[in-house]
């Protein structure tokens, strides 16, 4: 059961691909408006749902197969996530019927999922913390509220290619390519995951932790940050460390998943630079002609909508859950744990851009930025703080 829940996620995942191709097609040939338009649009929509039973499938069939809800590491929940993009991107498309959502939704979804697939998909027993019938409740809950607003990414990703100025370099430009370069990262890290596990790589320090409990770390790629004062352990395929990590890094995988980030931005920062070379321009600048027929309004309306959605549900598992299963779990409601406070900070951001929105009227582009913004500290708590920051919430 286990291998044919991977399976169908496998499947989805080429299903979502064929629908983005399709939905391209569809939007290309948008102004048109002829019957064969109609039953591309028709199509790749019909392949999104498919997709999307496909995911549930094997959500369903995983939780069979554990026994409790798949969503309690970062394999687990990451590709959870990459299930609620998709479901939020269905319903979205259900009420506007844009086919330009779907060009970049879709692919913003894959790549949550490949991402996913770096981290170890075996299932194990659940922790005395995560025995609790919250577990489902509040992550679930969380990750919801996360996907729907990552459609506000989505659409004001999609306004501010269309609304920057590309013929100059600016601050609005340059901040663009860093979007796109952090997600060509997220694709570079997948991509050399894939190939140190093909290659059965794998490097062993042996460290004397700060509690004095000697230790074994096992990198799975080439180690560019040691642990502090490790010992590199004799294998044929092992390179020593080019720097050692600081000394304040003192988690017990802290320098392996520091390590990890940082062949993240190499990778992708090689996959920025290779495309660069292809395009001869700017990925911005590449794409805004062809979104010259996308109406702007409704890309901005799209995301205010989202994020009038998402908002809710994200406050209600984030934070009123998550409160409760911390007070049942460690006798408090709070305690300024990492994760607990990068979800904070992800609430008041959007509760923030809800204020300014009604109250200011910022609409159009600043609402874009805050919509992109808010997705960035989203993802900022998923990778940054669960690879590199020690919490309770540590479960990367």
């Not at 019927?97 to 692919?107: D, E, H, M, R, Y």
């Not at 998550?322 to 049942?328: R, S």
């Given at each position: 059961m286990f291998q044919l829940s991977s399976q169908l996620l496998g499947i989805s995942f080429f299903i979502f691909f064929i629908a983005t191709i399709l939905f391209s097609a569809s939007f290309k040939t948008h102004k048109n408006k002829d019957t064969k338009l109609s039953k591309i649009e028709k199509i790749a929509f019909i392949l999104t749902i498919v997709g999307f039973i496909f995911q549930v499938s094997y959500f369903v069939l995983r939780w069979i197969a554990s026994g409790y809800?798949?969503?309690?590491?970062?394999?687990?929940?990451?590709?959870?996530?990459?299930?609620?993009?998709v479901l939020a991107f269905i319903i979205i498309y259900l009420v506007y019927?844009?086919?330009?959502?779907?060009?970049?939704?879709?692919?913003i979804a894959m790549i949550i999922i490949a991402y996913a697939s770096v981290f170890p998909d075996n299932m194990q027993p659940l922790v005395p913390a995560l025995q609790s019938y919250w577990l489902k409740i509040h992550v679930t809950t969380a990750a919801l509220g996360e996907g729907v607003l990552a459609i506000s990414f989505v659409a004001g990703l999609i306004f501010?290619?269309?609304?920057?100025?590309?013929?100059?370099?600016?601050?609005?430009?340059v901040f663009l390519e860093l979007v796109m370069y952090a997600l060509l990262s997220t694709i570079g890290f997948a991509g050399v995951t894939l190939i140190f596990n093909t290659m059965n790589y794998e490097t062993n320090y042996s460290w004397v932790s700060e509690t004095?409990?000697?230790?074994?770390?096992?990198?799975?790629?080439?180690?560019?940050?040691?642990?502090?004062?490790?010992?590199?352990?004799?294998?044929?395929?092992?390179?020593?460390?080019?720097?050692?990590?600081?000394?304040?890094m003192n988690?017990?995988?802290?320098?392996?998943?520091?390590?990890?980030?940082?062949?993240?931005?190499?990778?992708?920062?090689?996959?920025?630079?290779i495309t660069r070379l292809i395009l001869r321009k700017r990925i911005g600048a590449f794409i805004q002609p062809k979104l010259k027929n996308v109406r702007a309004d409704l890309l901005d309306e799209i995301g205010y909508r989202s994020v009038l959605i998402g908002f809710p549900i994200f406050t209600l598992g984030a934070?009123?859950?998550?409160?409760?299963?911390?007070?049942?779990a460690w006798t408090r409601f709070?305690?300024?744990?990492?994760?607990?406070?990068?979800?904070?900070?992800?609430?008041?951001f959007y509760a923030a851009y809800l204020h300014l929105r009604l109250s200011k009227g910022w609409q159009g582009k600043k609402s874009a930025w805050l919509a992109v913004i808010g997705f960035i500290i989203i993802m900022l708590n998923l990778v940054v703080v669960n690879l590199v920051i020690a919490g309770l919430h540590s479960y990367a």
């Open positions: 809800a798949p969503v309690s590491n970062m394999f687990e929940y990451m590709t959870f996530f990459g299930i609620t993009i019927k844009t086919s330009i959502l779907g060009v970049f939704a879709l692919p501010l290619i269309k609304a920057v100025n590309q013929h100059k370099t600016t601050k609005e430009t004095d409990v000697e230790t074994t770390i096992t990198y799975t790629m080439p180690a560019i940050v040691g642990p502090p004062n490790g010992t590199l352990e004799e294998s044929n395929n092992s390179y020593g460390a080019l720097v050692d990590a600081p000394y304040w988690g017990v995988n802290a320098p392996r998943k520091l390590n990890s980030l940082l062949w993240a931005l190499l990778s992708g920062l090689s996959l920025y630079i934070l009123i859950f998550a409160m409760i299963w911390a007070q049942e709070w305690g300024w744990d990492p994760k607990e406070v990068w979800a904070l900070i992800t609430w008041l």
